[in-house]
């Protein structure tokens, strides 16, 4: 009536298929204590075992195995087990629990739970964080693109999102010990089609003829001039001075946990006041806010603008705008609140294209010549200004 584990080991020649048995008593008739502690002695025998195959061990180890182990619950009388293995869920638990603590956003937090919970639905919750291999991470991926783990498709970025969260994941354990070698994650890294509004599309928004309120062409305006994220404008705080009208962003609002300030014209001071008023005197509900965005969505399709470019896209159409203009990625990244300079290279200045920036943005054109393509862009240089002087400005 007690559970054992079983391991067997090959002796003697190999054609010979012959092997060898020897049983580890559990001293439990509870199905959930066995499991427990079968997971333990099946984690002792994988250790032998690799030290066999390089040779730090040898088989008869394996067989002397309860002579060479003492068991936790071979002490006492079966009532419960005084090791504890620490698993893969519970690792994951640490790992959210170590975000919070760096102050992340709620979105975030979320995105990184919903992808390690398909993860350890994948892998198996009492699997030892410190056997995960490389057959783990491509299974897992495998059933992301099979979509096993999700009734609805997953697009290529989705699936790269996933696997982000799982690599964060494995470099915190690495960086802790807990695992020896991070598996190989290789991202699809989708070709997608641009996120920006072009000008056409962005003056097209703005002169929209049939908004139920004026609010909202006023709001498509204020993000498209001042790069802000959805949130920001509703929980960022108006202030003034001798140098002029700002909206400070604080810490906890900001994807990047970094807070800043935006300089703000009047017109872009009052608009802010309206959308707050407004969303105050709902109840400051998040639906609130989210009402923008569809708002945004149901315009762009009357406009006949991609499905694929959301409220986001104002804040790409700022980005683009502004690496143009200025030529100064750090100055962009600095008015975006990225958390580095390598999230504006990756997503405003890798693969930047003339031909392409010129047709999505003609009134740019001034900012994209040179000394080679003065005649066939405009008339740049102005007259009276040398072309050395000019390039040099």
Known sequence: NLYYSRIQMRVGEHSLNKKKSVYVKLLTDKYSFAKKRNTIVSHREQEIRKDIRINEA?????????????????????????????????????????????????????SYRYALAKFVKSVGSNYLVSDINQENVDNFESDLSNKKLSKDPLSLSSIDSNLKSIQAFLNWCKLRGYIENVPLIELNRPTLDDKWLTESEYNMMLNYDKYSDN???????????????????????????????????PNEASKSGKGRTIQLNQEQADTIKL?????????????HI????????????????????????????????????????????????????KVTEDNYVK???????????????????????????????????????YLTN
Do not use: C
Request: glycine content about 8%; proline content about 3%.
């Open 58 to 110: 040898t088989k008869s180890d394996l067989l002397n195995i309860n002579e060479n182990t003492e068991w936790a619950w071979a002490k006492q009388d079966g009532s419960n087990t005084m090791e504890r293995l620490i698993t893969l869920s519970d690792y994951v638990n640490k790992f959210i629990n170590y975000k919070r603590t760096k102050q992340m956003r709620d979105a975030t937090i979320q």
């Open 215 to 249: 609010r909202f062409p006023k709001m498509f305006k204020l993000y498209g001039e001042s790069g802000m994220r959805l949130r920001e404008g509703f929980y960022g705080v108006l202030t003034e001075d001798d140098n002029g009208i700002w909206l400070a962003i």
């Open 275 to 287: 959308i707050q008023s407004l969303w105050l005197e709902g109840g400051q509900k998040i639906d």
């Open 290 to 341: 989210k009402y923008y965005s569809k708002i945004f969505k149901r315009v762009r399709n009357k406009l006949g603008i991609d499905a694929h470019k959301s409220f986001h896209s104002l804040r790409h159409y700022f980005g683009k705008t502004q690496v143009t203009i200025s030529g100064n990625i750090y100055k962009v990244s600095g008015l975006m609140g990225h958390s580095s300079v």
């Open 351 to 389: 693969g930047f294209d003339r031909k392409s920036t010129l047709r999505d943005f003609p009134s740019l054109r001034k900012y994209l010549i040179d000394a080679k393509n003065d005649e066939k862009v405009g008339e740049y240089p102005p007259k009276g200004i040398p072309q050395s002087d």
